[in-house]
């Protein structure tokens, strides 16, 4: 599959090959890439430059390394950390706050649910109405509804089918659950969330984007006014942004 590269700059080649291999689609999520010593004898190169170009492609997201047993490097799906991880940067460089991550939810996700709305599938909505229904019964019994209400608009924003907005969007949304976790808010919000996401369903079964749309504005603003209190609360909202990032990926998906 690979080619043997001149001596200069050899791991960018290594990488470059690695890289137009995945975005061809001739290495698909999932797959695993040779071992590395495969890959020395298939690149002619050195186990230091293979090392610093699998290295490369790891910090790009296109490919994981995982350790242990079935371990190997394996290519990965779109992975939106790496966007999360790279907003949080510049949103530190640019002092954004937890105001403009809100903002940019309410400018996105109500023009997801205008999508949602003409595209979703039977399929999509069973979906949907499985985690509202799940959430709806976790509320009665007192349990702890964070996953479900990530879940719900995970789902939503699969069911827009635009890619470029899902990774936008997901990214967004980490940063802004990172940031309320770090205050340790949110208790008691549990109710008015899961009404706000069965009205969103219902519209969607309805086909009225129009009407998705209105409520997942009013649902975005209903949670950042009740919030604000608890996070302005000893310090400003800015300062949220800058605790550690931490992006759990079962909490989208568990």
């Known amino acids: 599959m690979f080619q043997s590269v001149p001596t200069s700059r050899v791991s960018e080649e290594i ?12 290495l698909k999520p999932g ?3 040779p071992t590395e010593r495969e890959l020395v004898e298939q690149f002619r190169s050195s186990r230091v430059s293979v090392r610093e170009a699998v290295r490369a492609l790891e910090h790009l997201g296109l490919v994981r390394i995982k350790r242990g047993h079935g371990g190997g490097t394996y290519v990965s799906g779109a992975d939106h950390h790496r966007v999360a991880e790279s907003f949080w940067v510049r949103m530190q460089l640019s002092k954004g706050t937890l105001n403009h991550l809100t903002e940019a939810r309410l400018l996105l996700e109500p023009g997801l649910c205008r999508l949602a709305a003409e595209r979703a599938t039977a399929q999509d909505l069973a979906k949907l109405e499985a985690v509202v229904r799940q959430q ?33 969007t997901v990214s967004v949304i980490d940063l802004l659950v990172n940031a309320l976790q770090e205050a340790r808010v ?26 998705a749309a209105q409520l997942m504005a009013d649902h975005v603003a209903d949670i950042q006014r009740r919030l604000h209190p608890h996070l302005i609360r000893g310090r400003g909202s800015a300062a949220w942004i800058s605790a550690p990032l931490r992006l759990d990926e079962a909490t989208w998906d568990q």
């Not at 990488?15 to 001739?26: E, F, M, P, W």
């Open 186 to 211: 949110g208790a008691g919000l549990t109710a008015h969330v899961v009404n706000f996401h069965r009205a969103i369903y219902n519209a969607l079964c309805e086909r009225d984007g129009a009407k």
């Open 31 to 33: 797959d695993k890439l």
């Open 136 to 168: 709806e019964a976790a509320v009665k019994a007192g349990k702890d509804t964070t996953s479900y209400d990530l879940k719900f608009h995970r789902l939503l924003i699969d069911t827009a089918r635009n890619p470029i907005l899902a990774l936008t």
């Open 15 to 26: 990488a470059g090959q690695i890289k137009r291999a995945i975005l061809s689609g001739k």
